[in-house]
């Protein structure tokens, strides 16, 4: 089993910058990619972003790319979320995933294993 915990959400004023982590438990050995996926209200999930291991290969949703960057622990299963230039749009409860696949997929049934999801609330 693999277990994954979110961390940093919160509220921040639009044009701001907010950076989420998930650390990875449990049979991490079988992970080989994690990533974001969010989601607000009456909306369906929407890949945010990804990266893969042992390249570091990383896949972005075009509405935050150029504005997000995920990172990796080199060895540890726990990716990072930089999300800069934050609006209001991107409200929404942020769920980590992972896979055990490298090659990134951006379709929710292709992750088998989600965190509890953590709050990002962005004000104008």
């Known amino acids: 089993q693999v277990q994954l915990v979110e961390s940093g959400g919160g509220l921040v004023q639009a044009g701001g910058s907010l950076r989420l982590a998930c650390v990875a438990s449990?049979?991490?050995?079988?992970?080989?990619?994690m990533g974001w996926f969010r989601q607000a209200p009456g909306k369906e999930r929407e890949f945010v972003a990804a990266?893969?291991?042992?390249?570091?290969?990383?896949r972005y949703g075009g509405s935050v790319e150029g504005r997000f960057a995920i990172s990796r622990d080199n060895i540890k299963r726990t990716v990072y979320l930089q999300m800069n230039s934050l609006k209001p749009e991107d409200t929404a409860v942020y769920y980590c995933?992972?896979?055990?696949?490298?090659?990134?997929?951006?379709?929710?049934?292709?992750?088998?294993?989600w965190g509890q999801g953590t709050q990002v609330t962005v004000s104008s």
């Open positions: 990266i893969s291991w042992p390249n570091g290969r990383t």
């Open positions: 995933t992972s896979s055990g696949r490298s090659l990134i997929s951006i379709t929710t049934v292709d992750y088998p294993y």
């Open positions: 449990g049979r991490t050995f079988g992970i080989y990619s």
